[in-house]
């Protein structure tokens, strides 16, 4: 019966550790697939620091009230002008700078923007304005009349200032620029807004202008230059052809002084080549011809097939040779009816071959007569090209010459034809620009707008917030949860005990199906596989801290151990403040007596209320345990204890500021550590690790103690509401 209870236990310990070990493989695979997001664990951690966050929107919040009452309020004009890409022309052609091309449009709208926002154009505001010297202006745009007797830095703080309280927007798919100024005076705002417009129309009209008097000065100057290049080279290029006595003609369609100019040896070379080619084309084809039907029976020819008279003489063949064989059947081949059909017959076959011969002697005529034409069309291209050849040997030069005279002439009458055009249609284009809005004295000021700043200053006061409870939550080395221990320490977690609530009376050691209980058996199980040849001989249970379950979780697993039929040894190693005697109910000497005297020690171990499982209390407490624990008799009991003993478990004492579990745990077979969730730093548990690693401690894993469910996230609720409970409602309905 006892060993049938060991298995059942057995058998839940695998299933609650199997259980654990897939949630946890769950975590990792959301956390690796980019779905750790966890809403209630956000919730948790900003319930966490609620009042923070409270207090930073609280201060946004004051700050943004604070600063919108300390703004000056600003006023904003608006005018809107109209940019068309291209001016109404009143004669065709006056705009020298010629047309934009549709796809250029943005950029040429851009460009009209860049020059609104240029410091050339405020300049332009300000003397039109004469705002320079105007007190007022200065005072509306937040400045200082500062500069006094220096004309030129007054004028770069008028229009720094200007610059500054412009803003232009160019609407997408818009042509209409909006202009506006920003300034504490709501009429100066107006008014510069429609001066920036007024001043930018101008300017606009006035580049036109100068543009059409600085193109007409340049063609100028080049139509000169252009006219005696001109004259220079047809007088070479006359020169040059009466020496060499070159005859030339118009191509085709061309004028006599075009690129198409030919000589006339070129042009009948020309017309040869084409007739030539055209007879090669003709003997090819006739010699196709030919040599298709050269070897064919002449019935076979398609000429001979198609000719009318052949057709005709074979029906004629056709229905004598169906009398024939109608004779044939009723008598014999020398009657006379039979001999007068052959006879007609064989007439027939010899007028079909002397028609079929003829056609066949045409073709091959005609294959001659191509052929010879050919021949003669060839050594005429031969004669003619020799002749070219020589000719186009002078006609280097004279092509040199030619083309000079023609690009200078093409040349001086593009530019007589521009100068002509923009001398008649000087100023003759409206203006591209043109005002559609003058601006209106705003009436409220634009800014500040207390409901928008209390917003934003909201909205940076939960961003703030946010930050600061991602970074402290992020820096809080705390663990809350299971996943905390593998991430933050890097050690495997071998089980998860959860706290006991207040007041609550079922979840203890004495009940074998509550979830602390379920949680140890787990942790036995997970022992089990912790090391290669199963359960740990010597078993050290040590922790950061005081208070954090050691002496509670040594009992625990010791008596689950005991339970499984092995012969277990709990020693409370803790000589400074020893507990396990009070749980156990003895009053007896242990450890400190085995140390100091040479009483066997199997004398001091005293048998416990569960089978398999005896105790060795840390009695008396002696003054100075350091010395004892870490001298050669202690690691001569252990090996003691191991011997008679399927495995020792020890009870020892906190690792911070003691040496007393450094120098046991290096003499056992793995170390657990525990973890106290309810409150802890991390801080010193590195330490602790740290120190158990420097002396090459077998360093089995983690036991997440005290650990409540609602400190996590969703992801950890299951340990707190079914992960350990499962049977549970089962056993209470039988």
Excluded at 353 to 369: D, E, M, P
Excluded at 638 to 651: C, G, H, K, R, T
């Amino acid at each position: 019966m006892n060993g049938t209870m060991r298995v059942e236990q057995q058998l839940q310990g695998q299933t609650m550790d199997h259980e654990a070990s897939l949630i946890y493989d769950l975590d990792d695979d959301a956390s690796a697939s980019g779905l750790g997001f966890d809403l209630r664990a956000v919730i948790a951690a900003l319930r966490r620091n609620l009042k923070w966050v409270l207090a930073i929107i609280g201060a946004a919040i004051v700050a943004g009230i604070v600063l919108t009452l300390m703004i000056t309020p600003q006023y904003v004009a608006f005018s809107r002008v109209l940019v068309n890409q291209q001016a109404d022309e009143i004669i065709q052609g006056s705009d020298v700078s010629g047309g934009n091309e549709s796809f250029d449009a943005d950029r040429f709208l851009q460009t009209q923007v860049d020059i609104l926002k240029g410091r050339s154009l405020a300049q332009r505001v300000i003397a039109s304005g004469k705002l320079v010297n105007d007190p007022r202006f200065f005072n509306a745009l937040g400045g200082s009349q500062t500069a006094q007797g220096n004309a030129a830095a007054r004028m770069k703080q008028a229009v720094d200032l200007l610059s500054n309280a412009l803003t232009v927007n160019l609407p997408t798919n818009s042509r209409i620029v909006s202009i506006s100024i920003t300034s504490r005076d709501p009429g100066y705002s107006a008014k510069l807004a429609d001066l920036y417009a007024e001043n930018f129309i101008q300017a606009n009209l006035n580049q036109k202008f100068e543009s059409s008097a600085y193109a007409r000065e340049f063609l100028m100057s080049q139509l000169e230059e252009t006219r005696a290049r001109l004259e220079n080279s047809e007088r070479d290029l006359n020169r040059y052809s009466r020496a060499a006595g070159l005859i030339r003609v118009a191509g085709q369609g061309g004028a006599a002084n075009s690129d198409s100019t030919l000589s006339v040896t070129n042009e009948a070379l020309v017309q040869t080549n084409g007739s030539a080619g055209s007879a090669t084309t003709d003997r090819i084809a006739a010699e196709d011809a030919w040599r298709t039907i050269a070897n064919e029976p002449l019935l076979n020819i398609p000429q001979v097939q198609a000719n009318p008279v052949v057709q005709d003489l074979l029906k004629q063949k056709a229905a004598l040779e169906g009398s024939l064989a109608n004779e044939r059947t009723r008598h014999l081949e020398d009657y006379p009816t039979i001999k007068t059909y052959k006879a007609q017959i064989a007439e027939l076959d010899r007028r079909i071959k002397t028609v079929g011969t003829s056609i066949k002697r045409s073709i091959y005529l005609n294959y001659q007569a191509v052929k010879a034409k050919e021949d003669s069309l060839n050594s005429r291209v031969g004669n003619l090209q020799q002749n070219a050849l020589n000719e186009q040997d002078q006609g280097v030069h004279y092509n040199l010459l030619k083309r000079v005279a023609d690009t200078n002439r093409a040349l001086y009458d593009a530019l007589l034809a521009r100068y002509n055009q923009i001398s008649a249609t000087a100023g003759a284009t409206s203006n591209n620009i043109s005002l559609i809005d003058r601006a209106e004295v705003p009436d409220r000021p634009a800014s500040p707008k207390m409901f928008v700043n209390l917003l934003v200053a909201f909205v940076l006061g939960c961003l703030a917030a946010a930050v600061f409870v991602y970074l402290k939550e992020t820096f809080d080395d705390t663990i809350r949860v299971p996943s905390d221990v593998e991430r933050k320490l890097a050690l495997p977690l071998l089980a998860v005990i959860p706290v006991q609530e207040e007041g609550s009376t079922a979840d203890s050691l004495g009940d074998p199906k509550s979830s602390i209980s379920e949680a140890y058996h787990s942790l036995v199980v997970n022992l089990r596989y912790s090391t290669t040849h199963g359960f740990p001989k010597v078993l050290v249970v040590t922790s950061a801290g005081q208070s954090e379950g050691k002496t509670t979780s040594a009992y625990a697993i010791a008596a689950d151990m005991a339970r499984l039929g092995r012969r277990i040894l709990l020693i409370d190693a803790d000589l400074r403040r020893p507990t396990l005697h009070r749980r156990m109910g003895a009053q007896a000497p242990g450890l400190t007596e085995a140390l100091v005297s040479d009483v066997p020690v199997s004398s001091l171990v005293l048998p416990s209320d569960i089978e398999n499982l005896s105790y060795l209390t840390a009695l008396p407490m002696p003054p100075e345990p350091a010395l004892l624990l870490s001298g050669d008799r202690m690691g001569q009991l252990i090996a003691e204890l191991a011997q008679m003993y399927d495995s020792v478990i020890i009870d020892c004492p906190p690792m911070l500021g003691l040496s007393d579990t450094v120098a046991i745990a290096k003499l056992s077979d793995g170390v657990l550590f525990l973890l106290d969730a309810s409150g802890f730093h991390r801080g010193a548990v590195k330490t602790a690790l740290r120190r158990l690693k420097l002396i090459n401690a077998p360093i089995l894993g983690i036991v997440l103690n005290k650990f409540d469910p609602k400190s996590g996230g969703s992801e950890q609720e299951y340990y707190g509401y079914n992960y350990y409970s499962y049977g549970r409602d089962e056993e209470k309905t039988v």
